[in-house]
């Protein structure tokens, strides 16, 4: 018979899995999906955690349905206001107009703004705690871990932690619900680090912040129940932390990206040049993104996860080829810190996109290695010696700065 999953015996699991929307955030690939998480606590209230995006909202309330059998929802605490977790609250009031909304007061800034609610609110802030029966909640603040009203909610009885989107990861969940059943961990990782690359990103010091808080609370967790992917056990937990407390800090691996673009070819073959030679002066993991072909998800995470980026463009009207353009934008705006940075690029009349990826590296503060390269037309053979150089100057800077530690 059907069963409703559950986290552990008083805890269902209500979310819903999206292998519908092609963009999140109508940006970011979803080769798998993704699920909208969502928790409902039965005890004398019955309290729900989050809700999942609106396009879900049918399926959602009749899983709700088969939990509540009729009783009333009490609570709704909101961890997160954005959109694919808050898309369902006004439906949901709604369909309780009793139930009462637990957040803070950045969280009702956004229910007025969001859904028009003003009423049936219950304020909370960090320390403050709400009993429903056996179990009892407590609050942590854990602003700009992706928006200012995120909150994380600690439920003491089954000792479970709920973070909103920290320790997430894009992925829908086939069949499953816990960390301990990943059929392929590392894959899963990847998920996670390109969903922190592209949605927390910038965040990192907000991040670091929640960490220490939560470590300071000195929680006792067996359960950590983010909003997306799956939900960690004690065991599972620590390598989730140990991610996070490395990406928060933009810590790296001793790989490279070598990220291009390219209309005719010339430049991508002086990308080749560069990326043969990091690989021949040691650096064991070279990753080379053709900007217009590879998924900017993909770029991003690869970026926070290496610690040299080359960049190359050919010129275009003068300036950077436009897709290169767009790419430093969404490194400029997470802010990505400590990297070691090269730039190459082509012309054909009038050089123009080296002198612009030049200052790059001192807008983002990040050192720069070796000299730039520029290509005139297909004339490789001018600057075949220089493009080795830079390669082999950047693969000595990478061995000499990174330390040999390594994250999935
Ligand atoms: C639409 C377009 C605009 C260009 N604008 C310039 C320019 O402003 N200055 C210049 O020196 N070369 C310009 N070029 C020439 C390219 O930068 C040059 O051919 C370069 O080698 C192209 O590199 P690729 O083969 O990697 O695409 C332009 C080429 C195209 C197709
Ligand atoms: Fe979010
Ligand atoms: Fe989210």
Redesign the pocket.
């Known amino acids: 018979m059907y069963q409703v999953p559950q986290v552990c015996d008083s805890i269902y699991y209500v979310g819903v899995n999206d292998r519908m929307k092609a963009l999140f955030e109508n940006m970011w690939s979803l080769p798998s999906g993704v699920a909208y998480n969502s928790y409902l606590i039965v005890d004398e209230c019955t309290t729900l955690i989050d809700t999942v995006d609106v396009c879900y909202s049918d399926i959602f309330f009749h899983k709700l349905d088969l939990v509540l059998k009729g009783r009333p929802l009490d609570y709704l605490i909101v961890n997160h206001m954005e959109p694919d977790h808050g898309g369902s609250i006004g439906l949901l009031r709604k369909r309780y107009p009793q139930m009462q909304i637990v957040g803070n007061k950045k969280t009702f800034d956004m229910l007025r703004g969001f859904h028009g609610i003003t009423e049936g609110l219950h304020e909370v802030k960090s320390g403050d705690a709400l009993r429903i029966g056996r179990h009892e909640f407590s609050f942590l603040m854990a602003p700009m871990v992706h928006w200012p009203e995120v909150m994380f909610t600690y439920e003491q009885t089954s000792r479970t932690l709920f973070t909103a989107d920290a320790f997430g990861a894009f992925g829908a969940l086939d069949g499953i619900l816990f960390d301990s059943q990943l059929a392929d961990r590392s894959a899963y990782f990847r998920e996670m680090r390109r969903y922190y690359a592209t949605v927390i990103g910038k965040y990192g010091s907000f991040v670091q912040k929640a960490l220490t808080n939560m470590q300071r609370q000195g929680l006792d967790v067996d359960f950590v129940c983010p909003t997306h992917g799956v939900v960690w056990t004690k065991e599972g937990f620590g390598e989730a932390l140990a991610l996070y407390e490395r990406l928060s800090r933009f810590a790296s691996e001793p790989g490279a990206v070598v990220l291009?673009?390219?209309?005719?070819?010339?430049?991508?073959?002086?990308a080749d040049v560069i990326a043969q030679s990091l690989a021949a002066h040691g650096v064991e993991q070279v990753v080379c993104h053709n900007v217009s072909k590879s998924d900017p998800s993909v770029i991003l995470s690869d970026i926070f996860r290496h610690r040299g980026l080359i960049i190359?463009s050919?010129?275009?009207?003068?300036?950077l080829?436009s897709p290169i353009e767009h790419l430093l934008q969404l490194i400029r705006i997470r802010d990505v810190k400590d990297r070691l940075y090269a730039a190459f690029?082509?012309?054909?009349?009038?050089?123009?996109?080296v002198k612009r990826l030049l200052p790059f590296a001192e807008e983002m503060k990040w050192e720069l290695v070796g000299e730039a390269v520029e290509?005139?037309?297909?004339d490789l053979g001018t600057v075949l010696d220089a493009g080795w150089s830079l390669g082999q100057a950047m693969a000595e800077r990478i061995k000499a700065s990174c330390s040999p530690d390594s994250i999935q």
């Open positions: 291009y673009g390219s209309m005719y070819g010339n430049t991508e073959q002086l190359g050919p010129t275009y009207c003068g300036e080829f690029g082509s012309y054909t009349w009038a050089p123009g996109s290509l005139k037309m297909s």
